[in-house]
């Protein structure tokens, strides 16, 4: 579903004095999901409709020098009542993360390939930002306007806990952009992370009859961003108001849950064993240099050959800046003969 063409009471930048605004680069990705490429998409939940239940795991390699390319990617399966067993499955297919083996199980491979997975990966520009003016200042003029519209949604359910939640959240996050010294890279990745896993969320509650979706994120910095401050992560707060935004303006009843797995803080996490999957795939797209044909470790060739290149399971968005605007095209791997 095209979020441009169909949204009710979220605007861009300078509409209005109260609201949710769209970050620009959503709406460049939007354009670009939308198009005949989405046929993909759709055609993997139809083999699927059965399934009201569904999982994202997800990991990212982002603004690591030493890559040539900064990932997101998402892994979505069909929930399942064997979560435990299958789990335990995949730590004996794939024990550790992809940068600590030398060689990739080819079980692990099959594995990803015989199940009902679909990974959707987005490379981002090394140097890409939110806004290419001033993004301090769109950071203040975003959270500036949400603060000013739930204060409008509190008027109306003063006894919503959930709206002072959201509001300490915004809050804070503009007090720390208004810092000289706040950490705008941390922000940038909360950012981009929340909208694109809350809009993924959304398309696939626009494809099926959701009972539940789940997020499960691997432990990363954007987890634990400020979490004295926040309690819980931030990052998850800002993925559910977009959702629940998107959600309601395209039903004002939707019923779908939308819930986040909570890592431990230490240790080992709880589903670590299911994030080996988009570890696998953000790990190679970062570290392959598709333009000249390259990856830094034969270990990666495997994941290109046998699981990128099977187009109707994983789907690559190229999301890149250039004089300005937000581009975003599809970037399709083939095996060489």
């Known amino acids: 579903m095209n979020i441009t063409n169909s949204i009710y009471g979220i605007h861009h930048y300078g509409q209005k004095n109260a609201g949710l605004v769209l970050h620009n680069f959503l709406l460049a990705f939007d354009d ?26 997800s990991d990212y390699v982002l603004n690591d ?24 499955h995949i730590e004996k297919l794939s024990f550790k993360d992809i940068k600590k083996l030398k060689k990739v199980n080819e079980g692990f491979i099959d594995f990803i390939n015989n199940s009902e997975i679909l990974n959707i990966s987005i490379l981002l520009d090394k140097d890409i930002c939110l806004d290419p003016l001033n993004e301090r200042e769109m950071l203040k003029t975003r959270y500036q306007l949400a603060i000013k519209q739930i204060e409008i949604w509190q008027k109306n359910q003063p006894d919503n806990n ?23 890279k941390h922000i940038r990745n909360i950012e981009i992370v929340s909208s694109l896993s809350a809009y993924i969320a959304f398309q696939i509650c626009s494809e099926l009859n959701i009972d539940i979706i789940g997020w499960f994120s691997d432990r990363d910095a ?50 670590d064993s299911f994030n080996r999957i988009p570890d696998l795939i953000a790990a190679t797209l ?31 968005y190229k999301l890149s800046l250039e004089n300005d605007t937000f581009f975003a095209g599809v970037l399709d791997l083939r095996k060489n003969d």
């Open 162 to 184: 959930y709206h002072k939640q959201l509001l300490k959240v915004y809050n804070i996050l503009l007090n720390e952009v208004h810092k000289n010294g706040a950490n705008l």
């Open 32 to 57: 670009t999901f939308n198009k005949k490429n989405n046929a993909r998409f759709k055609d993997f939940f139809k083999k699927n409709n059965d399934v009201s239940r569904w999982t994202i795991f």
């Open 286 to 316: 970062a570290d392959y240099d598709y333009t000249n044909n390259k990856c830094s470790h034969n270990k990666f060739v495997p994941i290109i050959e046998n699981i990128l290149v099977k187009k109707d399971k994983n789907i690559i």
């Open 65 to 88: 020098k030493k890559k040539p390319n900064d990932v997101i990617t998402f892994s979505i399966m069909p929930a399942t009542a064997e979560f435990y067993n299958l789990g335990k």
């Open 222 to 271: 954007m987890l634990s961003y400020k979490i004295a401050q926040f309690k819980k992560p931030v990052i998850f707060d800002l993925s559910h108001n977009l959702f629940h935004t998107l959600m309601f303006n395209k039903n004002e009843n939707y019923k779908e849950e939308y819930t986040f797995g909570l890592p431990e803080n230490t240790g080992k996490v709880w589903y």
